[in-house]
Each structure stands twice: as C-alpha cells, then as structure tokens.
C-alpha cells in the first residue's frame, strides 16, 4: 500500500532495460540506460544527417561547381570589359590631344602664312603710302589708324601660344574637351587666342585695304578737280579721261588678287595725278601779284589818257612801288627791257603757244634766255611807259591774242590747294 501510494505521487518509475544474449551455454546480459539510449539515438541521427548531407553534396558538387565558375567568369568579363572602356578612353584623349596639337600647328603655319603676306603688303605700300603721302590733300585728317595689336605675335609657335593659353591656370595640365565639363580647358583658351589674333589680322588687312581705297579715290577726285578747273579755263587736257566706254562681263572679285589690283589701282590714280599736276604747271594760273586787289580789267574800257574806248589787253594790280612782280608759269624769258607804251616789260614763254608780259616795271630783274618757275620775281612794280600810276599790266596771249587772265588766275585759285 505504502509504495502504490508513492507511485502515484512521483509518478511511473522506469526501470532500465537489460539485452539478454544467450548463445547456447553462454549467456550475456547488458544493462541500457536511459541516457545510453539517448548518446546511441543522437549518434545514429548524426550519422544519418551527415549521409543525407553527403548524397546531396555529391548530387548537386557539379551544379555548385559550374554556378561558382559561372560567377568567376563574369566577373572577369566584367574587369576586362573595364579595362577595354579604359584603354579605349585613354586612345581617345590620346587621339583628341594628338588632333588638338595637329589643328593648332595648322592654325599657327596659316598665321604665319597671313602674317607674311602682311609683310610683303606692307612693303609694296609703304612706298606708295609715301609717295600718296606727299601729295597735297590725299590724306584725310579722319583717316583710318590701325588700332593697338595683341602682343602675342604669329610666329610665336604653337608652345608659346599654348603656354600663353595656359598661363592664367599654370597648375592645370591639358584636359580633355569632353571630360572637362563647365571647365575651359587650355585647348579652348588657346582657340579663342587664335580666333582674337585671326580677328586682329583681318582687321589690319581690311585696314589697308581701306586706305588704299581711299587713297585711291581721293587722288581721282584731286585729278577731277583739276581737269575741271583746267577745263573751265578753256584749257587743254585729256577730255575723254573718265569718260570712255566700258563693259565687260561680271566677274566676282578674287580675294587672292583684290589687293594687287587696289594697289594697281592706286598706283594708276597718283600717275594720273602726277600728269594733272604736270599739265597744271605747263599753264601760266598763278597770281602775278598776291596780294594786291585788281584796279582794271580786261576787255573794252575808256582810256586813262584819251578818255575814248580802248581794248584792254589784260588786267592792272594797283600795287607800290617796288613791290614784286612773279612769274605765274614755267617758262623762258623773251623778252626783259624798255617795250614803247609797256614801259619796262618781261615776257614769257610758257609753251604750247602761251605767253604772259608784265608791264609798266620799275625794275626788270631777269635777262633774255634765263628759265623761271611760277612765283620767281621777274621784275618791281612801277609806272613806266603809258601809265597814270604805279600798278602792274599783266597780260596773257595764247598763239598771239589776248585771252582774259581772270580765266587762268580762278584756275590757278581752284588748284593752288592741290598743288
């Protein structure tokens, strides 16, 4: 009774189980403990886990293998692909740098070429300039002035332009256009170099060609100008210049020849120029007295002594005693002494049938067969001969007759400026 009711408070009690072998005579017993079972049982799992583990290794080792090469291999292509990109990057800055150096030795040897042309303008010009420079009145007070260059020069080469380009960043080193970007690289610095000394040069040579033009234009109008004064002295000169006929097809200019034929042009202007000139001088135009007012002019006039109506062959310049009479031309003295009612008269030869007299002198200061040039002193005024008073007779006759002097004097007037 006593261990039924302790049974019932602890519970079941579990007696070890004992392994009874018997081989014929021989018996063995082992006793298993509870414990014993557990060691046993968690060695049989172990071992069955590890075979389930094995078999599937073994199963799936192929699968596993290929998914790690698989993994490897991509990754490798993967490196190699950077690489190729790298590489291919690294030519392409190496390709842009090499075409960077090749356009800007390009742009530098057509600098060089400009600036030489320059040079050579220049020299063919300058003469020219010079000899239009001293021509009185072709060049203008508003003339174009070339304005200041930069100082970096053309034939600097193409290190020395890039160093100036790069001389505001000293510590950058060339980059890449496109990986450069919001950043002006020397490259860029170096172009904006080229397009300011390309301007400069253009503007140098659209300066000259200005004043060429210019020039050009004004030694036609001076030549113009004195045709036309000549002419309306009744003089003689080339009437048909300026106005022959002309045609031809329309061809557009050639920029490679358009300065030689401006200088051609001008060169053809200033002849022109040096011939009006030339024709002006040949004519007595200048005034024999300057200065002095006209009392008497030419035409019919009451005479000073007669009071009837008399031709009067030329013009009076009511002047002093003494005071001097030019010569108004180029020319050769005829005649220099006592000339009946003239008084004391000079007379010169000019050529092409002109001639001029001086008359009623006080003083003939030149001899028969000397040469003179307009505004020499041939003589002093006076009032010898047929005269009222001390002025100077000045007389012009072309092929003999007397033509107003008034005529020559308001030519003389229009081209003095020019001569």
Do not use: C
């Not at 073994?58 to 950077?82: C, F, K, N, P």
């Not at 496109?178 to 300066?207: C, H, M, P, W, Y």
């Not at 358009?258 to 042009?265: I, L």
């Not at 003179?372 to 005269?387: L, T």
């Amino acid at each position: 009774m006593k261990a039924s009711a302790q049974s019932a408070v602890f519970g079941k009690r579990r007696e070890p189980h004992t392994v009874i072998i018997a081989r014929g005579d021989d018996i063995r017993h082992f006793t298993v403990r509870p414990w014993m079972a557990a060691v046993i049982g968690s060695a049989l799992s172990a071992i069955a886990i590890g075979y389930l583990l094995a078999t599937s290794y073994l199963v799936l080792r192929d699968d596993l293998i290929g998914a790690a090469v698989a993994r490897q291999a991509r990754i490798q292509q993967s490196y190699e692909d950077r690489i190729s990109a790298l590489r291919a990057q690294v030519d392409r800055i190496t390709s842009r740098q090499l075409l960077d150096q090749q356009l800007m030795e390009n742009k530098v040897s057509e600098l060089l070429a400009r600036q030489s042309v320059l040079s050579q303008r220049h020299g063919r010009i300058g003469p020219i300039l010079e000899r239009a420079a001293g021509e009185t009145g072709l060049l203008p007070a508003d003339a174009p002035v070339p304005a200041e260059r930069p100082q970096v020069r053309a034939d600097a080469g193409t290190a020395a332009i890039l160093g100036y380009a790069a001389s505001t960043d000293t510590g950058a080193l060339l980059p890449l256009r496109t990986g450069d970007v919001g950043r002006e690289s020397a490259a860029d610095r170096a172009d904006k170099l080229f397009v300011a000394i390309n301007q400069s040069l253009r503007a140098i040579e659209g300066e000259q060609m200005t004043k060429i033009t210019t020039l050009a234009e004004n030694a036609t109008e001076t030549a113009d100008a004195i045709a036309q004064a000549l002419e309306d002295a009744g003089l003689e000169i080339d009437v048909d210049y300026g106005k022959q006929g002309i045609g031809g097809p329309l061809i557009a200019p050639d920029r490679a020849t358009e300065f030689d034929t401006r200088v051609r042009e001008l060169d053809e202007a200033l002849d022109h120029l040096d011939a009006m000139k030339k024709e002006a001088r040949r004519y007595p135009i200048a005034n024999p007295a300057p200065g002095v007012s006209v009392s008497s002019g030419f035409g019919i006039r009451r005479d000073p002594l007669l009071g009837t109506p008399a031709m009067h062959a030329g013009i009076d310049f009511r002047g002093a005693v003494g005071s001097p009479a030019r010569a108004t031309g180029k020319g050769t003295v005829v005649k220099a002494g006592w000339n009946g009612g003239y008084g004391r008269m000079v007379e010169i030869d000019h050529g092409d049938g002109f001639t001029t007299r001086y008359a009623h002198l006080s003083k003939v200061l030149v001899n028969v067969g000397d040469k003179v040039n307009a505004g020499d002193v041939v003589g002093k005024i006076g009032s010898s001969g047929r005269s009222t008073g001390p002025h100077l007779h000045y007389e012009v006759r072309r092929d003999g007759d007397a033509i107003d002097p008034v005529r020559m004097l308001k030519a003389g007037r229009k081209v003095s400026a020019y001569l």
